[in-house]
């Protein structure tokens, strides 16, 4: 039986699986109508099932009048009900204090017993603003190396000065951009981030210039970019280093002069905005190997910060598992503690994915926890299944890549290769074993297997 074309209402088996996501995820029919809406979008766009349903999405999460592709942005609505098709893009949406924040939202079908095709989208926050966009999380611990880093995040964010920050992944560089906003003097104006690893070239120009309307097949309408709602605040660009070369000079040129151009326009836009960037490797080395532009390097880099690795501050292990677990009693509505014993075991393990590794190990204990207690025993078996889930990975991908046939005889072998990567982490590591062993996901044993193998002992 087919539904009603006027019908508000999805069938309740839908109701039910939308439920049982953690993110927000909502139902929206062909005419862009909400038909459901789960907890957390509720939660995340401050409304409700009965103001929602029937109303259209792109009014509730755009706060716009008509749908989000005719201003120009990707919809992976058409396809879905065109061809049925998966689809995933990056959107701007407005959250429930009114705020801006940038989300990644995956389309798929959904057939409901009523016969009806639904598009199910399911929405991932990339960038929120303040504490919300960094999980409730802040900057705490008492290491020397990270009270250094502090103070040196103290004294630019006093200033108008370009910053760059380098560290590894998941060493907390979004935390950091934040704070520096949040005590700059910009701190009442606007703070937005780009990743430049999650949009393409095309993609990115028009996120952080804007476009004019009839600027590409499909812009019925005109945009306003990043540089534009950003006026007057901080723009934080994570992993700059992944930009191209053309954007490169075309960022170059906003810090030199202060203008910029919507794509598809003919006049220049001033905007002053203080950019913050953000690179997990040694940005000048990419200026040496030709891959970056000198001239934008020392744009960008007035001041350089380094945030050090978690492996460098233990010490911080117990504030910051105790900072890192009170999002987490909102997210799973129960109080939780954690053991001496389990801080002691926590702090024997060299982190190389740090801070955020850290908190997958108290999230994931955290949600096999009955009695509010992370022990000692529970962090120890999370471990074990880490480190179990990462050896399978690499078991997995080196038989995989052992079946790809040689090209030739200059051709390195897998092996070679293999024992070329473990002997510069070696050396990177000044020779730590546990941690070589962490970072090639294997466990102690099998990295002393791989040693005498390869001579490297």
Request: hydrophobic share 35%; net charge negative; with cysteine.
């Amino acid at each position: 039986m087919k539904k009603n074309k006027h019908a508000t209402s999805v069938p309740v088996e839908l109701q039910s699986l939308i439920e049982t996501h953690q993110h927000p995820f909502v139902v929206i029919d062909r005419d862009y109508r909400i038909m459901a809406v789960n907890s957390a979008y509720e939660k995340c766009y401050g409304t409700t099932r009965k103001h929602a349903v029937g109303k259209p999405c792109y009014v509730i999460s755009h706060h716009n009048d008509r749908p989000c592709h005719e201003n120009g942005e990707d919809c992976p609505h058409a396809n879905l009900f065109e061809i049925g098709t998966t689809d995933a893009c990056i959107h701007h949406h407005y959250d429930c204090d009114d705020r801006k924040c940038q989300v990644r939202v995956t389309a798929y079908p959904l057939h409901g017993s009523d016969g009806e095709l639904y598009m199910g989208e399911l929405i991932e926050q990339l960038q929120s603003p303040e504490d919300r966009r960094n999980h409730g999380v802040r900057m705490v611990g008492n290491n020397e190396q990270f009270l250094a880093c502090l103070e040196q995040l103290r004294i630019a964010a006093a200033s108008h000065v370009q910053v760059l920050l380098q560290g590894e992944t998941g060493t907390g560089k979004e935390l950091a951009a934040n704070y520096l906003h949040n005590h700059s003097p910009r701190k009442d104006k606007p703070f937005l981030t780009i990743d430049c690893t999650v949009l393409t070239e095309t993609l990115f120009e028009s996120e952080m210039f804007g476009h004019a309307k009839g600027a590409f097949t499909g812009s019925v309408g005109e945009k306003d970019g990043v540089l534009h709602e950003a006026h007057g605040g901080t723009l934080f660009l994570d992993e700059i280093g992944e930009l191209s070369a053309s954007l490169q000079a075309k960022l170059l040129r906003v810090l030199e002069t202060g203008q910029y151009r919507r794509v598809g326009d003919q006049g220049y836009r001033t905007v002053d905005v203080r950019l913050v960037c953000a690179t997990n490797r040694h940005l000048w080395e990419t200026v040496v190997a030709g891959h970056f532009r000198e001239d934008l390097y020392y744009r960008i880099a007035c001041m350089t910060i380094q945030l050090p690795p978690l492996r460098k501050r233990l010490d911080d292990i117990p504030t910051l598992a105790r900072n890192l677990l009170e999002p987490i009693k909102g997210v799973l509505h129960q109080r939780f503690t954690i053991t001496p014993g389990a801080i002691e075991l926590l702090k024997s393990y060299p982190y190389p994915g740090n801070v955020r590794e850290l908190r997958n190990f108290l999230f994931v204990a955290a949600t096999h926890c009955t009695d509010g207690e992370i022990s000692k025993t529970l962090i120890s078996r999370v471990m074990e299944q880490h480190q179990h889930n990462r050896e399978q990975f690499t078991e997995t991908v080196t038989e995989e890549t052992r079946q790809v046939p040689v090209a030739g005889p200059d051709v390195a072998s897998l092996h070679d290769m293999e024992a070329q990567h473990i002997a510069g982490l070696l050396d990177r590591f000044d020779g730590e074993r546990k941690l070589v062993a962490a970072t090639l996901g294997v466990s102690v044993r099998t990295l002393y297997r791989k040693l005498r193998r390869y001579g490297l002992n």
